[in-house]
T-cell receptor, first 113, second 115 residues
Framework: NAGVTQTPKFRILKIGQSMTLQCAQDMNHNYMYWYRQDPGMGLKLIYYSVGAGITDKGEVPNGYNVSRSTTEDFPLRLELAAPSQTSVYFC????????????FGDGTRLSIL | GNSVTQMEGPVTLSEEAFLTINCTYTATGYPSLFWYVQYPGEGLQLLLKATKADDKGSNKGFEATYRKETTSFHLEKGSVQVSDSAVYFCALTDGVTGGGNKLTFGTGTQLKVEL
């Protein structure tokens, strides 16, 4: 059971570089999410999607972009990496419905130097 | 807006001790409440949930009751084990139909259980 798969697990970027964090789920979930986790701060929602072709901003979207061309994939793009984007990034997915739990990937640890 | 407040950690207990992690919330509408657990180096996993007032969620010996009158969802376990050492997150969804089921998280409480 793969669930939610994130790649890469670790990455170091230089300031100004760009990269894409990959996320794929094999549970046929309509909803997908990107969070960042900073020490002592809990998780903050970056972007989310309720289905292919539909995305919307979360609480902290600045500096990020997303796309959702298929149900399975939800990549997160950093265009101009900044030190403030050093964090652990989690992708999650869920079925439709307000009570449905979210299923999380193992995270991508990103450092920007 | 919605918010979740958790007791600060770390919480250090001896094995077989009783655990309480406090969680209170502020929300409009009719939120669903969740506890997630994060083991070292892993993503979050659902521990339990409650979807309406007075519901009790339970799993693996953990329990939490949705108290609307006190806007609380405290996590309890009668006898903790070393394997329960992890970070615990309280969270809510705002219950808005079509709202994307977005979660608002507390800051997390680290639990350390010692022999």
């Amino acid at each position: 059971n793969a669930g939610v798969t994130q790649t890469p697990k670790f990455r170091i970027l230089k300031i100004g570089q760009s990269m894409t964090l990959q996320c794929a789920q094999d549970m046929n979930h309509n909803y997908m999410y990107w969070y960042r986790q900073d020490p002592g701060m809990g998780l903050k929602l970056i972007y989310y999607s309720v289905g292919a072709g539909i995305t919307d901003k979360g609480e902290v979207p600045n500096g990020y972009n997303v796309s959702r061309s298929t149900t399975e994939d939800f990549p997160l793009r950093l265009e101009l990496a900044a030190p403030s984007q050093t964090s652990v990034y989690f992708c999650a997915s869920s079925y439709i419905g307000e009570n449905q739990p979210q299923h999380f990937g193992d995270g991508t640890r990103l450092s920007i130097l | 807006g919605n918010s979740v407040t958790q007791m600060e950690g770390p919480v250090t207990l001896s094995e077989e001790a009783f655990l309480t992690i406090n969680c209170t919330y502020t929300a409009t509408g009719y939120p669903s409440l969740f506890w997630y657990v994060q083991y070292p180096g892993e993503g979050l996993q659902l521990l339990l949930k409650a979807t309406k007032a007075d519901d009790k969620g339970s799993n693996k010996g953990f329990e939490a009751t949705y108290r609307k009158e006190t806007t609380s969802f405290h996590l309890e376990k009668g006898s903790v084990q070393v394997s329960d050492s992890a970070v615990y997150f309280c969270a809510l969804t705002d219950g808005v139909t079509g709202g994307g089921n977005k979660l608002t998280f507390g800051t997390g409480t680290q639990l350390k259980v010692e022999l």
